[in-house]
């Protein structure tokens, strides 16, 4: 970067987290919560814009797909089900939490000062570890995106973890939320009315393109930015429309319920089992290098990627291919079934009130 | 130096979509508040892109431009039709936004 490069996104962080803090204090002082929702996806908004400046291209990725895109409508979703506004609260309720707040605040603005510096290459951060999967990563892993490299091999564990966490999360909706065979959806129309023409063509054309975006994210991520988390959501998201569109009978027509929960379950197998096949080959529990047994390797042609002469590891290659696999249907599946719990929970409210 | 300047407008044209988000008076301008920002997000996305070398951001922005489109669609089945689940027709479900 120049000089005036530097300049310009300094100057951009400042305007940037301005904004944040005006949203924020936005956030905690409506009382409607719909206003908070429409604040929050902006914040969103605001905070990828942020990340992209800092140069943290996947995060923002994540922060732009999930907390603008995905948790936007599910939280509308949500409020269909509540009063839509807060009560108002006794202001001597208020002290206590309040001085509780400052004095945490307090404590972790305190704290930011013993921080290195931003981009501190002798940080420990940046001078041990980190140094080390960027020397690293392409002899070991292979001509990967560093940060895929480290999020599905050297930290698999760790990415497995947050798979379950977010199976987890599925499955807690699933299980408050979720509609049973009990549940009684909206009677199918005779006849689409065709006043909403031109949306129902719209979607048509962009659940294709969506859903081909969200394979391009999961198979370019090894490359570039993004990766199965993102491309997961982008993939529900494409369901999600689907849903918004054509009602949530005819989504679950085509992505069943029970379907869209095994899948979720599906993806987190799949990662542990290929945890588990390194150890039946003799490595450490998700150790790619052992995915394969010689044997095995050995049937792989040497031309599968195009040069025979470039030396690959197929281990590494096929492990991450597999498990970012994994976490692909685990994300997409779950955030279509949390959507199924708050849609199809609505329609169950409406029954009970007729 | 036109990206810079490009940059510095949209921040104007950000700051300006808070005040009316925040200010309101009524959801339909917040909506339309979030809903253009959005689109001044996606074009930041693509300014600084260029603006630090680095135009694989747009990926960022192109998959931002399509999820814009189905939270405003959210948006506005939310008020037409209060539920997520109703499919879009003429008839059936379809009520005032109170009711």
Redesign the interface.
């Known amino acids: 970067m120049t000089g005036f490069a530097v300049e310009m996104s300094a100057a951009l962080n400042v305007v940037l987290l301005l904004m944040l803090v005006a949203i924020g204090l936005a956030v905690a002082h409506t009382r409607n919560l719909l206003t908070a929702i429409l604040l929050m996806s902006v914040y969103s908004l605001v905070s990828a814009a942020w990340l992209m400046v800092m140069d943290a291209a996947d995060v923002a990725f994540t922060e732009a797909v999930v907390g603008a895109g995905a948790s936007t409508i599910i939280l509308l979703g949500a409020i269909l089900l509540t009063r839509g506004a807060t009560a108002r609260v006794d202001w001597r309720a208020m002290v206590a939490p309040a001085l509780l707040a400052v004095i945490t605040g307090g404590l972790l603005i305190y704290a930011s000062l013993g921080l290195p510096e931003f981009g501190d290459p002798s940080s420990p951060a940046n001078a041990y570890v980190g140094r080390m999967y960027l020397e690293r990563t392409g002899e070991e892993v292979g001509p990967h995106n560093v940060v895929t490299a480290v999020l599905a091999s050297y930290r698999g564990f760790d990415t497995l973890g947050e798979t379950v966490v977010i199976f987890a999360a599925g499955l807690g909706v699933a299980l408050m939320l979720g509609f049973g065979p009990r549940a009684t959806l909206a009677p199918a129309p005779e006849k689409m009315g065709d006043h909403h023409v031109v949306l129902r063509v719209a979607a048509k054309m962009l659940i294709p393109l969506i859903t081909l975006y969200a394979f391009y994210v999961q198979f370019h991520g090894d490359l570039g930015a993004g990766g199965a988390f993102q491309a997961g959501v982008i993939l529900a998201v494409a369901v999600i429309l689907y849903g918004l569109v054509f009602g949530l009978r005819e989504t679950i027509a085509a992505v069943p319920v029970k379907a869209a929960r095994s899948v979720a379950a599906l993806g987190v197998m799949l990662y542990a089992g290929i945890g588990v096949i390194c150890m039946v080959n003799g490595g450490a529990f998700l150790d790619y290098d052992y995915l394969f047994s010689p044997q095995v390797e050995a049937m792989i042609p040497a031309n599968l990627l195009g040069d025979p002469h470039e030396e690959h590891h197929w281990g590494q290659h096929f492990g991450i291919l597999f498990v970012e696999l994994g976490v692909l249907l685990t994300v997409s599946s779950t955030i279509v079934t949390i959507f199924y719990g708050f849609a199809g929970r609505s329609i169950d409210a409406e029954e009970a009130k007729r | 130096m036109l990206l810079?300047a490009g940059?510095a407008g949209l921040?104007v044209a950000?700051?300006l979509?808070?005040a009316r988000?925040?200010m309101?008076p009524s959801?339909y301008d917040?909506?339309l508040?979030?809903n253009s920002?959005?689109t001044k997000?996606v074009l930041?996305?693509a300014v600084?892109?260029y603006?630090?070398?680095?135009p694989?951001?747009l990926?960022?922005a192109?998959?931002?431009a399509?999820?814009?489109?189905?939270?405003t669609?959210?948006?506005m089945?939310?008020f037409r039709y209060?539920?997520?689940?109703?499919?879009?027709?003429?008839?059936?479900?379809e009520r005032a936004p109170h009711d």
Request: hydrophobic share 60%.
């Open positions: 810079a940059t921040l950000m700051v979509m808070i988000a925040v309101g959801q917040r909506i508040a979030a920002f959005g997000t930041l996305l600084i892109g603006l630090f070398g680095r694989h951001f990926d960022v192109l998959v931002y399509l999820i814009n489109f189905v939270v669609i959210a948006l089945k939310f209060r539920s997520l689940a109703q499919p879009l027709t003429a008839s059936a479900g």
